[in-house]
Nanobody, 122 residues
Framework: QVQLVESGGGLVQAGGSLRLSCAASRRTFMMRAMAWFRQAPGKEREFVAAINWSGSVTRYADSVKGRFTISVDNANNTMYLQMNSLKPEDTAVYYC???????????????WGQGTQVTVSS
């Protein structure tokens, strides 16, 4: 079982930046992609961004394109999400996930972290 631990969440004003990290305890053969999802209060969990371990393939939700950047550090089994120009609607619990394909589908990700809260004030 792969353990994923997120960090870096917090409270920030609109227009500010945060960097989330997700550390994986190990990598498996099937763990070819990593992703960030988020869940706002009263809403369903939604896709944010995904990446493969070489960093050559990335995918973003339209709502974050141009503002968020996903990246990986292979040597340390760590994924990052740099979030700039944050908006109040970005407020959510952010979850990292490990799976086998770079796709905006929760079902393709079998391992999940506990989540980190991001709150953007207006």
């Amino acid at each position: 079982q792969v353990q994923l631990v997120e960090s870096g969440g917090g409270l920030v004003q609109a227009g500010g930046s945060l960097r989330l990290s997700c550390a994986a305890s190990r990598r498996t053969f099937m763990m070819r992609a990593m992703a960030w999802f988020r869940q706002a209060p009263g809403k369903e969990r939604e896709f944010v961004a995904a990446i493969n371990w070489s960093g050559s393939v990335t995918r973003y939700a339209d709502s974050v394109k141009g503002r968020f950047t996903i990246s990986v550090d292979n040597a340390n089994n760590t994924m990052y999400l740099q979030m700039n120009s944050l908006k109040p609607e970005d407020t959510a619990v952010y979850y990292c996930a490990a799976g086998h394909t770079v796709a905006p589908l929760q079902a393709t990700f079998g391992s999940w972290g506990q989540g980190t809260q991001v709150t953007v004030s207006s």
